[in-house]
Structure formats: C-alpha cells, structure tokens
C-alpha cells in the first residue's frame, strides 16, 4: 500500500474519531458542570485534552479486547465503549452505574466492554495489564492488552517491574503513556532526569515509540502497528503519547499554580478536536454543516445520559456488605 | 490546658509542629510528594518550603517504595527523616521497606542501629473517595513489633505528639485522618509535649466506658452528649497511641464503670477495638456487667456511593442506639 492510499484510509475514520473525541470531551465537560453545581460525590480527574490518545488507541481494538486505565480513566471507558449513561451513573453513585455506585471515578469496571477498571493508584494498573496479556497469551484468546498510566507512574517500581516482565515473555500488551508533562503539580523534568518516557524501551528490550498525542491520527498508526504486532506474537510496544489536561489536576485544582497561562494557552491551539475538524473540513471530508449535527448529537446524548442517571435508584442501604466475596 | 490558645486547624497543627521540631533539629529532612512549593496535597506541609528549601523538604516522584526507604536508610545513618505517604492507602507501596526494614532494624541489630524516621500518612473516609483512598489499617502496624503508633483526633493533640514523634528514636507510624484535617481547636502558644502512651480522657462518665480513636473520638462524643440527656453518663477514652497503649486508663475505667464498647473506624476483625475487649476479658473480667461490645465499620471496602458508606461506617446515631442497649442489658 502506498503513502497515499495509507493516508486515505486513514481519513476516512477521522469523522468518527471527531465524534468519539467529542464524546469524551462533552462527557467531561458535563462531569465538570455537575460536579461544580455539587451535585456529584466525591473527586474526579478530567481527561479533558487527552482525547485523542484514548480514542486513537482504543478505535483500534476488538471489543473482547481489554484495557486497563487509570484515575483519569473516564475517556479510556468511553472510548472502549461503555456507554456514556452508564458511566455518569458510576459517577452519581447510581445503581445504574458500571460499579453498581460501589465505584465511583477511580473504581470503574465493565468488563462487558473490555473496560478492566479505573484506578485510584497510581502505576497499580501497568502489572494488572501485563498480568492479562499473559492470562491472553495463554488462553491463546488472540486478545490484546491495553495498559494506559500516566508520566507519574512510569517513575514508580510498578512500571519497571512489568514492563520488563511483558517484554521478556513477548506479552501481547501495548503500554501507553500519556505524557502529560504532569503528575499533579510535579513536572516530569522535576521528577526524573530522562524524561523521554520512550526511550525507556531499551531498558527492557521492546520497541518505544513517541507520537504527537494531539494528532488523533498519528496516534491511530502508531496504536495500529503495535496492536497489529501484539495480536500476531510479535510483542509488546511502549507508546509515548505527547499530550496535555486542560483542566486542574482533579477538580478543585486550579491547574494554574504549577504551570502558566500561555502554555497552557499554546497547548489548547493544538487541540485534537479541532484539528480533526480542520482537516476534515479541508479534505472535504465534511462541511460545517456536518460536523455541526455530529456536535448535537453528541451534546444530545450527554443530556440522555445525565437524565437517565439523574432518574436512576441510589443503592439499597442493606446492599453494603453484597459483593465482598 | 487543651482550652487556652489559638483555635487553629488539625492541619495548621501539624505544620507548627514540623517547622518548630525542624528550626530545633537540623538534621530532620522531609521526604514526600507535593511536600515542596506545592506544599502538601491536604496542606500539611504549607509554608516549610519557603522555609528549608529543596535541600531539607525533598519533593520526589511518584516512589513511595523508594522514597520510604530513602527516608529510612538516612535514618539509619544518622539523619532524622520524616517521609510522607500523603494517603496512609499509598503506603502499601511501601509497606516492605516499614515492616521489614524500619521495624526490625533496632532489635537485629541488637540496639545498635536506630532508625529516627516518621511515616506520615493520613486515613480513613472523606468526601466518598471509593476504596483505593479510604483505607483506615492502622492497627496493622500496631501488629507489627518495632513500630509505634499514633493517631492524634484533635489539633492539641497532633502538635504536642508530632513533636514528641520528631524526638523519638522511632520508627513511628503518624496516622492522621483526612477527614479531621480542617477541623479546629485549641492549641497553646507556647511549647508543649504530649508524652506517648497517655490516653486523653475525653469526657469522664460513671456508666460505660467507651474507647475510641481518631475520627471516631469525636463522633463517640457527639453521642455521649446525646445519651447524656437520656441519663447514660459515657465515659470516652481516647488512646492517642495505640503502642504504646495506656492500659491502665482503659482498665481502670472499665473496673470504675462494668461496661466496655470500643468504636473504630476499621472492621471489627483483629481490630484495635478487638484488642479493647481482649484487653478489658484478660484484665477485668470480674468487673464486667455486661458483654462488651465493638462498633466498627461493615467489613466492606469504603464503597464510593454515600447511601452505603454512611451505613458502612460507624454514625453517632448508630454508636448511640449500641450503647443504649449496651447500658440496658
Ligand atoms: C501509589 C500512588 N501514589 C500517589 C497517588 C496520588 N496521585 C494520584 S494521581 C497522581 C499524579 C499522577 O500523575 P500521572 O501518572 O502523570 O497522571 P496524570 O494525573 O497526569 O494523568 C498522584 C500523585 C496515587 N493515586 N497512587
Ligand atoms: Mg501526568
């Protein structure tokens, strides 16, 4: 296949890897409003920003294909394909929710969908992916492993330990980082003195590779390879995906103390959304019109999802002790 | 003494403590996330760095496995470290280099190598966190020979036993709780130690004695008030430390009253309130009137929806209808 033709598959998803980001962004959004209005418990870590990682990859897998995520895990959720209704009910602690309410933000689970989890520790998920590529490899399921964490984690002994465990047992695992410069206040230049995450592959013998995490595409061809390579016994791949949060850390954070206004002004000029929509419109892919109803939609089915959470039964208090073992 | 002062915050508390035990001993240094410029996720670090810098509060990444034995190896060689999980849950990264290193360290070395580190990290339930961020085990480190441990409820008590902590050849387990971080009272201007192993006689009470720890020190309170207009006079005991552990004060008030219910934040099972009771059938089972009783969060993980965390965790409502029947039997 030439360039070209390479290039023009590539297109031809990108009005619905536009829509899928949507989503992700929308839902997030919606999140953060409810959120402010009170009217959700507990905390939560926004993905706003980093859509086009989780959709860039997660297009790219089967459903019975499995991913692990993290504390900023509701767009990895969505873009596996959990419903958005079903995980705003986890979020409003609605028996309708993928954890029964039992979860919340960090605890999401729906392995229905492939969606192994949230999680509230960090660099926990990475030996969790790695440990269900190796359950894959062995079933021979022909199943691929998606483990997602963040630049924190890959500072942290859980990183180490089983990227080097999936590497040597040639797992049909992608590990991907989403460099968001990061991990709470602390910058990745702070916390570590190689801050090129990929070039940590070498370390454990298995191909690391960087993509502009704010190009839906790149991380498309990226993810296609590695997934592509995993699914045929050729091995697991670190991705760096290069990206960035809008958004505080978790709301409540302001996000400003730590980082100034203009880069995170320069970062949002490279949004992914728009940049889909920029390309879209000038391949002639869609017109304004076009993308203008694929907004509605997407704004309609955020407004379905917050009614259906809204009118959906908290949990039985008598239901607590249900479920430990 | 506890009512004269400055109302200041649990947190607030805390940071007096470090900057006065850090100003009097140079070789403390402070080892944790978010401890520097950001200066604490819960601001239990606020205001230090402006102070002692990057040389004496180190920032790290995100290695609480490293970063504790960083804390304790220093400790080891002559430094005083203070390492700070932030949520007590993220020392379970940790957890082999306290059990095993910092807590064994003094006695095979036959006293000969001292570990002066502090393991701060703060628990329990706050503001529906879900499972991962509402852990409340600090009676495994009690468990644990080598290791003390300490769970201040008030702002008195977390200045005066920080302090004492920053003394102390330790190691020490300093477990604060989330939930009483922004909560406020009185603490004294000038200087003063709370020794360990001395309990706080919350409220003195003549019919059931009651123990309880940290957050549940002031809901058992609540409900001592309440039961108070019932006529059920409640004494509450709060140990502070759990070791080392005043035994005398909860012995003697069991002897005083006949009655015994321990509240704890964890579940029941091998529990500190298990300890209670197994202390008050070794030491005063004579004395007893009534069985005595634990009341402990549901042995569940803290679920994320408020509906089932509110019935997981112990409630002045519930603490008080125990003790009702408790008084009545
Ligand atoms: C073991 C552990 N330590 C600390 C934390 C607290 N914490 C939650 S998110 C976070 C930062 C994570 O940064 P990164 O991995 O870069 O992900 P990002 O938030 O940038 O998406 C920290 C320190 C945690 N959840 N787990
Ligand atoms: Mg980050």
Redo the contacts between chains.
């Keep these: 296949m030439t360039e070209a033709i390479a290039e023009q598959k590539d297109l031809a998803l990108l009005l619905d890897y536009y829509r899928r980001m949507l989503e992700l962004r929308l839902f997030e959004l919606k999140v953060q409003e409810l959120y402010r209005n009170a009217r959700l418990p507990g905390f939560v870590h926004l993905y706003v920003g980093e859509e086009a990682s989780g959709v860039g990859v997660c297009a790219n897998l089967k459903p019975e294909d499995l991913i692990f995520s993290t504390h900023r895990g509701h767009g990895h959720a969505i873009a596996k394909g959990v419903p958005a209704k079903v995980a705003l009910a986890e979020l409003w602690g609605k028996t309708t929710g993928c954890s029964g309410g039992r979860g919340g933000s960090m605890h999401m689970y729906a392995p229905e969908y492939g969606f192994m989890g949230t999680n509230g520790i960090v660099g926990a998920p990475i030996p969790l992916a790695t440990g269900g590529a190796l359950s894959a490899k062995l079933r021979k399921s022909g199943q691929v492993v998606v483990g997602f964490f963040g630049d924190g984690a890959v500072n942290s002994g859980s990183f180490h330990e089983a990227v080097n465990m999936g590497s040597v047992w040639d797992l049909p695992i992608i590990y991907v980082c989403e460099n968001n410069l990061y991990a709470t206040e602390m910058a990745f230049s702070r916390a570590t003195k190689n801050t090129s995450v990929a070039s940590r592959a070498a370390a454990y013998g298995l191909p690391g590779v960087v993509v502009d995490g704010q190009d839906v595409l790149a991380v498309h061809r990226a993810a296609k390879e590695a997934i592509d390579r995993a699914r045929s016994g050729g091995g697991p791949t670190l991705i760096e995906c290069k990206t960035y949060r809008y958004v505080g850390h978790h709301e409540g954070d302001p996000g400003t103390d730590y980082r100034t206004k203009d880069e995170v002004e320069q970062w949002k000029k490279n949004d992914p959304i728009k940049r889909a929509a920029k390309v879209l419109l000038e391949a002639g892919l869609a017109d304004e019109k076009k993308l203008k109803e694929v907004e509605a939609e997407v704004v309609q089915l955020m407004e379905d999802a917050v009614t259906f959470a809204e009118n959906s039964p908290e949990p039985l208090a008598s239901s607590v002790t249900d479920h430990v073992f | 003494m506890a009512e004269q002062g400055r109302v200041i915050t649990y947190t607030d508390a805390g940071v007096e403590a470090l900057r006065e035990e850090m100003r009097r001993d140079p070789s403390i240094v402070y080892i944790g996330?978010?401890i520097g410029?950001?200066g604490g996720?819960f601001r239990q670090s606020r205001g230090l760095w402006k102070e002692f810098g990057d040389e004496r509060l180190r920032?790290?990444?995100?290695?609480?496995?490293?970063a504790t034995g960083v804390a304790i190896g220093a400790a080891m060689a002559g430094s005083r470290a203070i390492v700070d999980e932030v949520f007590l849950?993220?020392a379970l990264?940790a957890i082999t280099q306290i059990v095993q290193q910092a807590a064994n360290i003094c006695y095979m070395s036959n006293g000969k190598i001292k570990a002066p580190v502090l393991v701060r990290g703060a628990m329990g339930a706050v503001?529906?966190?879900?499972?991962?961020?509402s852990h409340t085990f600090y009676n495994w480190f009690a468990n644990t020979p080598g290791l003390k441990v300490v769970v201040p409820a008030t702002p008195y008590d977390v200045k005066g036993l920080f302090k004492t902590a920053l003394r102390d050849p330790g190691p020490v387990m300093f477990i604060e709780h989330k939930f009483l971080y922004n909560t406020k009272g009185a603490v004294p201007t000038e200087e003063y130690l709370i020794p360990f192993g001395e309990a706080r006689i919350v409220r003195p009470g003549s019919d059931v004695t009651i123990i309880a720890t940290s957050r549940m020190v002031e809901l058992t309170a609540k409900a001592g008030a309440l039961l108070e207009k019932e006529g059920i006079s409640a004494e509450i005991i709060d140990p502070r430390t759990i070791v080392p552990l005043d035994r005398a004060a909860i012995t003697n008030s069991i002897k005083k009253t006949g009655r015994l219910a321990a509240i704890d934040e964890s579940p029941s099972t091998c529990s500190f309130a298990a300890e209670v009771l197994a202390i008050a059938a070794e030491e005063c089972f004579d004395s007893l009137k009534t069985p005595p009783k634990r009341i402990c969060s549901?042995?569940?993980?803290n679920?994320?929806?408020?509906?089932?965390e509110?019935?997981?965790i112990p409630s002045v409502e519930r603490i008080a209808s125990e003790i009702r029947a408790l008084v009545k039997k």
């Design positions: 996330q978010g410029p950001r996720n920032d790290t990444g995100i290695c609480e496995l490293g849950d993220f990264e503001r529906n966190a879900g499972a991962h961020h549901l042995p569940v993980p679920p994320f929806s408020p509906v089932l509110n019935q997981m």
